[in-house]
């Protein structure tokens, strides 16, 4: 609700209120960038360094599976199971 002028039935003119400017969506931010290249060198050689430890750690596995399946299928001879391997 809004007061009324005490100097007549009319309403009071409100005091004016300041617009904010609103944010635009999508836009790039104006901040300094940096050098992005050695960053991304950075992250690929990271990501590469990665990719070849999880390859070494899956032929780990790999083998060590194998080597526990013979072993499982041997009847308990440890020569059986080590000839095949070495």
Request: net charge positive.
């Amino acid at each position: 609700m809004r007061r009324r002028s005490k100097t007549g039935p009319d309403r009071a003119k409100s005091p004016r209120r300041k617009i904010k400017t609103q944010k635009r969506r999508g836009e790039p931010k104006t901040t300094c960038q940096r050098n992005s290249s050695a960053a991304d060198r950075k992250t690929q050689s990271d990501v590469a360094q990665l990719a070849r430890e999880r390859d070494e750690a899956l032929e780990r596995e790999k083998a060590t599976a194998e080597v526990l399946r013979v072993v499982s299928s041997s009847s308990g001879d440890l020569e059986s199971v080590s000839r095949p391997c070495c």
